[in-house]
């Protein structure tokens, strides 16, 4: 009954009705090389990165997925969190995800003043200019969810007030 | 103790109580009563979330009842009562109401919400406990929410049969013995889309039963949603040691006592009326610690907060709770 791929080129389908582990692999990582289901089922999507087409493969996966499932996501912090995302949106709950992001790799920071998301390169706890308004951000590791990306807030908001 | 009680029978049962009267009485089977109330002019009453519960007072007591309709707009208050002969008499004392009869009411108390986030509502009832479900399915069609129900009843004893056959059309599954029940469950709990919501309510080794093969299943626990019934025997429970931050003392709440009941053995006056969870009298401050909560007054919301329990029936999910008494 098995169908884990073991060539993780596509996301090609798993068997309709999976209530194993999906493993989802951004960019180059080998996180989930030896990840442990737990005795459940695997299935091995890779995708280069979380790309329109890789979204969309990963939703149709999970329309196809069953409650008792679990979702693993592997790789650079901004292709994690769009995909936890959506995720979310397919009715995945937070106990039903876990997120192994990469110690580097792009963020995304959620501007809190004009809501534009920026990509940055930059550590958690430094300063990063959003695109939309220009505003300075610092951004912590408050990470939304439901947004997908950091919470940025004014850096200099205390000395305006 | 009984000082107590009389001392608080004059007050009245909740803020804002509603006086309604009996506008119809009947039969669903032999043993399960419906009752519905309104208003003497047939005003609107204050709306509802599906899943709420009404409490009814009679005589001396209260007991808390499952309102069956969607909530939205009602103009009446209908609850079905299964008429349990050695009970504490709630329950008779609701089945010789009649027409024209006034009684009093809570306003309705929300515990077993649908979530507006769910894709799906699997709903799953056994015996009366189809009132609350059948509040979840009447939702549903109206606001064409996607539902389903499992409803286990013998035949010729359930309530609200052909209501829910009507409000469910092939979304109804009605089992009426125990192994067809097993076998529907395994198959719909290992077929759901994502984001689908459990609901259960019926006798609670029925519940635990469902929820612990949900689990079993993988079934993440915020999924997962369940009523007791109101006057339910709640189990002794674990021993845990309460202290009294104010009074700076330490009592030891054995398996098979109330706090409330060691509150009052150690001299305390705390108000109460129903002392079974449903009135909302008791309501203790919690300090700290994890209130193991099984009353049916507070609110999803506040029980998950830990800062107030109901003595009456809760206990400690720790060995020990810190209360600011
Ligand atoms: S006495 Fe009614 S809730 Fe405790
Ligand atoms: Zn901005």
């Not at chain 2, 999924?223 to 674990?238: K, Q």
């Not at chain 2, 079974?276 to 099984?294: D, M, N, Q």
């Amino acid at each position: 009954m098995r169908t884990a791929s073991q060539s993780p080129a596509t996301g090609a389908g798993c068997e309709p009705g999976f209530r194993g582990v999906i493993c989802v692999s951004f960019a180059t990582t080998d996180a989930l090389q030896d990840h442990d289901t737990g005795g459940m089922p695997r299935h091995d999507l890779r995708f280069a990165a979380a790309t329109p087409e890789a979204i969309a493969n990963l939703r149709s996966v999970l329309g196809h997925s069953r409650v008792g499932v679990r979702v693993v996501l592997a790789g650079p912090p901004a292709d994690v969190h769009a995909a936890a995302s959506v995720a979310a949106e397919c009715g995945l709950v937070d106990e039903e995800m876990t997120l192994v992001c990469d110690e580097v790799g792009p963020r995304v920071i959620f501007c809190g003043h004009c809501h534009t998301s920026t990509t940055t390169d930059h550590p958690i706890g430094t300063n990063v200019d959003c695109q939309g308004c220009g505003t300075t951000l610092i951004f912590t590791d408050h990470f939304s969810r439901r947004v997908g990306g950091y919470l940025g807030f004014s850096a200099h908001a205390e000395e305006a007030a | 103790m009984t000082g107590t009680a009389l001392q608080n029978k004059a007050k009245p049962l909740l803020d804002g109580t509603l006086q309604l009267e009996v506008t119809s009485v009947s039969a669903q089977t032999d043993s399960i009563t419906s009752i519905t109330f309104g208003g003497a002019l047939g005003e609107l009453l204050p709306s509802y979330v599906p899943g709420s519960h009404l409490v009814v007072q009679y005589g001396t007591g209260a007991n808390a009842y499952s309102l069956t309709g969607s909530g939205s707009a009602p103009t009446e208050y209908s609850i079905s009562v299964l008429r349990i002969e050695n009970g504490a008499g709630g329950s008779l004392a609701m089945h010789a109401l009649c027409v024209g009869d006034l009684v009093q009411v809570s306003h309705p108390r929300s515990a077993f919400a649908p979530a507006a986030t769910a894709s799906h509502h699997l709903l799953i009832a056994a015996g009366i406990g189809i009132t609350p479900v059948l509040s979840h399915a009447r939702y549903a069609a109206e606001w064409g929410a996607s539902a389903s129900l499992i409803y286990v009843h013998r035949p010729g004893t359930g309530a609200h049969v052909a209501e829910a056959r009507q409000l469910l059309g092939p979304g109804l599954t009605e089992c009426l013995d125990r192994s067809s029940f097993q076998e529907v469950l395994t198959r719909q709990l290992t077929t759901q889309q994502l984001g689908t919501h459990l609901y259960v309510c019926g006798p609670n080794a029925f519940m635990d039963s469902v929820l612990k093969q949900a689990r079993d299943l993988g079934w993440p626990k915020s999924l997962l949603h369940s009523e007791a019934f109101s006057g339910a025997a709640l189990d002794d429970g674990e021993p845990f040691e309460v202290r009294l931050a104010r009074s700076k003392v330490t009592l030891n709440v054995p398996a098979g006592v109330s706090l409330l009941g060691t509150l009052e053995n150690a001299g305390l006056t705390v108000p109460n009326m129903c002392r079974k969870g449903i009135c909302g009298e008791c309501a203790v401050p919690v300090l700290r610690g994890e209130p193991l909560h099984r009353d049916l007054y507070l609110t999803d919301q506040e029980k998950d907060d830990n800062t107030t329990m109901m003595c009456c029936v809760s206990r400690s999910l720790g060995q020990e709770l810190e209360l600011d008494l």
